[in-house]
């Protein structure tokens, strides 16, 4: 089954620098690629995805990039701000829509 | 707001016990995932029902079982409760019957003493 890999567990940056959330996936057959941000005493929330036909996706100041020959993703976050401060979880999907895996998590500090 | 309505927010219970944790679905959506959070071991699938009935499971023990009603509200049912229990019970929920989850409850603490 699918295996996702999530580095690093914890990252802390100053406020208005960027964050980078890298994430390994195992099963080649994968082609979607959320990615949730978890606020304290809050659910997941969907942030931003990308779909295997695409290498790169923005949203404001959000980007997620996709390496299939690697088998990689990665979240880019810009000019962090106090708020960005969360756990990030990244998830992949097989084309079947049978397996749905969550990676283990990055705290994310923002410090002002 | 995500739509999906948790209850309760905090459960506490002993050893042994039985507990029923509800959710309600963001309106519209017809499938409807349960998660079990714990420190070590991050978001883990439960199960998944899509219009009442079951659709995919997951790491669910034989001791807990869910359900789907008619109104599309669900019900996760833990029973004969360990320690090891103890966790954030997420409910999670999405348009469509593939095993994505959109949207996702505050989530139900369960302490078990």
């Known amino acids: 089954g699918e295996n996702v890999e999530q580095h690093p567990s914890t990252l802390s940056v100053q406020e208005g620098d960027s964050a980078v959330i890298k994430c390994t996936y195992s099963?080649?057959?994968?082609?979607?690629f959320p990615w949730y941000k978890q606020e304290l005493g809050k659910g997941p929330q969907l942030i931003i995805d990308i779909r295997s036909n695409v290498g790169e996706k923005k949203d404001q100041r959000i980007a997620v990039t996709l390496n299939k020959t690697a088998k990689h993703f990665s979240l880019h976050i810009t000019e962090t701000q106090p708020e960005d401060s969360a756990v990030y979880f990244c998830?992949?999907?097989?084309?079947?829509?049978?397996?749905?895996?969550f990676g283990p998590g990055t705290r994310l500090s923002v410090l002002p | 707001d995500s739509g999906v309505t948790q209850t309760p927010k905090h459960l506490i219970t002993a050893t042994g016990q039985r507990v029923t944790l509800r959710c309600s679905p963001r309106s519209g959506d017809l499938s409807v995932y349960w998660y079990q959070q714990s420190l070590d071991q991050g978001l883990q699938f439960l199960i998944q029902y899509y219009n009442g009935e079951e659709r995919a499971k997951g790491n669910i023990l034989e001791r807990f079982s869910a359900q789907q009603f008619p109104d599309l509200h669900s019900e996760l049912n833990l029973s004969s409760l360990e320690l090891g229990d103890s966790a954030l019970y997420f409910c999670?929920?999405?348009?469509?019957?593939?095993?994505?989850?959109?949207?996702f409850g505050d989530g139900t603490r369960l302490s078990i003493l």
């Open positions: 999670a929920s999405s348009g469509g019957q593939g095993n994505q989850p959109q949207h």
């Open positions: 099963d080649s057959a994968s082609n979607y």
């Open positions: 998830a992949a999907r097989d084309n079947y829509g049978q397996n749905f895996v």
